[in-house]
């Protein structure tokens, strides 16, 4: 016959077990509604394709006061440096792609709009918007990736911000939409060459040492297929990280690979998509393009690496250089992770980010 004092002891046991067991559970289930501090119990995206990127958050440190020189004195760049244009109200700013690199965000303000400017390297895209919802936003990086794309948040609310979407995804601003204003991603040549009085972001920004931003954070990268994080949509028909214009027009989406506009041999090039004519010029030797309306207007196009365009539009159509649009049908949602990727072996390998 057993002894009483066992089972009791075994009872005891098994209850402190189970409650173990339970807490375990709710330890799991309230990370799970929540990362970087960010709350997403409430989301408009699929949560499993939301990833830490490996930094906290304000990790990656925006630019709050930006500082910015004249043209002729910007001898932190040289003529095939890459920059992210802006003209606002008249205003033409230019953002060094290797200092947005290091940061992502920049907070201007042009005369009384503010204005966010926006990076993410991981899927090379590049965007402006009015910082202006209820108000005045400030905008800071979260450190979490949806579709391998920068989530910004803005410091008012704490809501998550989707870049490429230009949509709050959680948080009390979540529906909420940023308006575009057109980009331009080019060289810094050509860019001075048509805004000959613009203003250039300088590299002494008080936060790294100048010197910093002339390396590269991610070597090798742009020419690998590889993609570190969860994409919702794939399509192999073109190199992952081939820059293509990505553009919006009535509710429909169109894709235009920078190699294929360059393929033309006339230009401008006229391209017909959405019951719109469209004027696109392309810039030599900068492998960029503007896109224009019937009127002369310039299209908010998106500059970005082909696999970040196709993970948010698997609707889209094809720009060829022999003038055939190809319409791709949409294929099942599936994550698409590349597992022989270690962000921890590359930062050893690569060295930490500068300041990072």
Not at 107 to 133: E, H, I, R
Not at 187 to 192: A, L
Not at 206 to 216: K, S
Request: with cysteine; proline share 6%; aromatic share 12%.
């Amino acid at each position: 016959m057993m002894n009483p004092h066992y089972h009791r002891q075994r009872k005891l046991y098994l209850f402190s077990f189970a409650i173990s067991i339970i807490a375990s559970f709710s330890i799991t289930s309230l990370h799970a509604e929540s990362l970087n501090d960010f709350d997403l119990s409430e989301l408009t995206v699929p949560k499993k394709f939301i990833r830490s990127g490996g930094l906290p958050k304000d990790g990656i440190p925006s630019i709050e006061q930006p500082r910015f020189m004249e043209a002729e004195d910007a001898y932190h760049l040289r003529v095939t440096d890459r920059v992210l244009g802006v003209v606002v109200d008249g205003m033409a700013r230019a953002y060094p792609i290797k200092i947005l690199d290091k940061h992502e965000i920049v907070n201007d303000q042009f005369g009384d709009k503010p204005v966010v400017v926006t990076y993410c390297p991981l899927s090379g895209s590049g965007m402006a918007f009015q910082s202006y919802v209820d108000g005045p936003k400030r905008f800071g990086v979260s450190g979490l990736l949806y579709n391998s794309d920068v989530l910004i948040y803005d410091r008012e609310t704490e809501s998550l911000w989707s870049q490429i979407m230009g949509e709050a995804v959680s948080g009390p601003m979540i529906g909420d939409t940023l308006e575009r204003i057109p980009t331009s991603n080019t060289t810094w040549s050509t860019w001075k060459a048509k805004h000959p009085n613009t203003r250039v972001l300088s590299a002494e920004q008080g936060i790294y040492p100048a010197y910093a931003y002339d390396r590269n954070s991610y070597p090798g990268y742009t020419e690998s297929k590889r993609i570190w994080f969860p994409i919702e949509n794939k399509n192999r028909k073109i190199h992952p990280k081939e820059v293509v214009l990505g553009l919006e027009l009535n509710g429909e989406f169109k894709a235009y690979p920078i190699k294929e506009l360059e393929a033309k041999s006339q230009t401008p090039c006229i391209d017909y998509f959405a019951g719109h004519e469209l004027i696109i010029e392309i810039e030599p030797g900068a492998a960029s393009a503007v896109i224009r309306d019937a009127e002369g207007e310039i299209l908010p196009a998106l500059s970005l690496y082909w696999f970040a365009w196709y993970a948010f539009h698997p609707d889209t159509d094809i720009f060829t250089s022999t003038g055939k649009s190809v319409t791709k049908k949409r294929r099942p949602t599936k994550i698409f992770y590349d597992t022989k990727y270690s962000y921890a072996r590359n930062r050893a390998r690569n060295g930490e980010r500068y300041g990072r």
